[in-house]
């Protein structure tokens, strides 16, 4: 015997299928949306479905946008000849957040990991690769300091290396396995001031 009505299972399963949401808070949203006022609802679902068709990837450093280029791609006053490697974008708009980066990103939406299955090519490296042909001075790798972000580095350093391009690394003190949304500014910056050449 089903103890929800099937709609409401849909929607608990739907729910619970999303990152960090157990079948318990996936219950108790389900019940929420069921109980918020239609025109609250009509909204919620059309900002979903207006978020998915409009945001796509930058053209250039590949972050979420609602743009060909994002703002700061766009922005002639960055230095675009430095590149920070990140592992998505939550991680760039904690550096962004600092204030104090200058140069422009590349996304990599992902880090390798022979565990789960995802190769380089399942990254945007090729396109981080095709970045270089232009005038870079330095690749800053940033990736997490997790198993992944240190196997993602390593292999970045080792693709660029043979073009010339100065590879750099942020520095540790950044918690291992840390992520990088949740490190406050402070440390953020020390890492990236304190960054060192692969
Ligand atoms: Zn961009």
Do not use: W
């Amino acid at each position: 015997m089903e103890l929800y009505s099937g709609h409401i299972n849909r929607l608990i399963e739907e729910l619970a299928a999303l990152p960090g949401i157990g079948s318990k808070s996936a219950q108790r949203l389900a019940f929420h949306l069921i109980n918020m006022p239609q025109d609250r609802v009509n909204r919620l679902a059309n900002t979903i479905m207006e978020a998915k068709a409009n945001v796509r990837y930058c053209s250039q450093c590949f972050t979420l946008t609602d743009n060909e280029v994002c703002p700061i791609c766009a922005n002639q006053k960055r230095n675009h000849n430095l590149i920070m490697v990140v592992e998505n974008t939550r991680d760039m708009t904690a550096y962004e957040k600092t204030g104090k980066y200058e140069g422009v990103y590349h996304v990599l939406h992902g880090a390798i990991s022979p565990m789960l299955g995802i190769g380089p090519n399942d990254i945007k490296l090729k396109e981080l690769m095709l970045r270089l042909k232009e005038d870079v001075e330095e690749v800053i790798i940033a990736t997490n300091s997790s198993l992944e972000g240190e196997t993602t580095a390593m292999y970045i350093s080792k693709l660029i290396k043979p073009t010339g391009v100065k590879v750099t690394r942020i520095a540790s003190g950044v918690p291992v396995g840390g992520d990088l949304e949740y490190i406050d500014e402070v440390t953020l910056l020390r890492a990236l001031e304190g960054r060192v050449e692969l």
